[in-house]
């Protein structure tokens, strides 16, 4: 007799939202990806992307290791204008 287990459960242990910081604001928004901390150390140091901002609506260039991973899925979303 097997407990029955969710197989998500399996692959998304670790994953969190990726949080980063905005540049011009100093403050944090989810970006609307999900990895876990494992996965971003696996990227290359230089491993960056170009999005629009939560907080300012400007594109910034953000880099993966300065991402922050909240494995809290309950993360407070930022107010929005
Ligand atoms: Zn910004």
């Known amino acids: 007799m097997a407990n029955r ?4 459960s ?3 242990a670790n994953v969190g939202k990726v949080i980063f910081r905005c540049k011009k ?8 990806f999900q990895a ?3 996965e971003v150390q696996l ?3 230089n491993a ?4 629009r901002c939560r907080i300012c609506g400007d594109l910034h ?10 494995e809290n899925a309950q993360f407070a979303r930022v ?3």
């Open 5 to 8: 287990q969710s197989h998500a």
């Open 10 to 12: 399996r692959l998304g």
């Open 25 to 32: 604001t100093g403050l944090e928004f989810d970006s609307g």
């Open 36 to 38: 876990s901390p494992d």
């Open 43 to 45: 990227l290359p140091v």
């Open 48 to 51: 960056k992307t170009r999005l």
């Open 61 to 70: 260039e953000f880099k993966f290791t300065d991402a922050r991973i909240n």
């Open 79 to 81: 107010k929005e204008k």
